[in-house]
């Protein structure tokens, strides 16, 4: 069993940077795929970012492309999510995850774990 624990996340004027960190403990996450997902209110919840277990993969969603970067520090047990240039649109509750799998994917019925979200809110 692996536990997700996301922090960073708070109000931030539009224009501004975030950096959210996701901390797996229970056992090592060096092997697995790592993601980012967000829930706008009303809204379904969305794919944002994933990197590959090695970090030599990413993917991200286009409307986050150029603007965010997720990383990770295995050493550390740490998948990042660093946010720039953030829009009002970006206000959401941000979920890290985890699949035990090398193949990178943008589908949340695919992770199988899960962090307990952080609220990311963009003022206009």
């Known amino acids: 069993q692996v536990q997700l624990v996301e922090s960073g996340g708070g109000l931030v004027q539009a224009g501004g940077s975030l950096r959210l960190s996701c901390a797996a403990s229970?056992?090592?996450?060096?092997?697995?795929?790592m993601a980012w997902f967000r829930q706008r209110a009303g809204k379904e919840r969305e794919f944002v970012a994933a990197i590959s277990w090695s970090g030599g993969r990413t993917d991200y969603a286009d409307s986050v492309k150029g603007r965010f970067t997720i990383s990770r520090d295995n050493a550390k047990n740490t998948v990042y999510l660093q946010m720039n240039s953030l829009k009002p649109e970006d206000t959401a509750v941000y979920y890290c995850?985890?699949?035990?799998?090398?193949?990178?994917?943008?589908?949340?019925?695919?992770?199988?774990?899960w962090g307990q979200g952080t609220q990311v809110t963009v003022s206009s």
């Open positions: 995850a985890a699949r035990s799998s090398a193949l990178v994917v943008t589908v949340s019925l695919a992770y199988d774990y």
């Open positions: 229970g056992r090592t996450i060096s092997r697995d795929t």
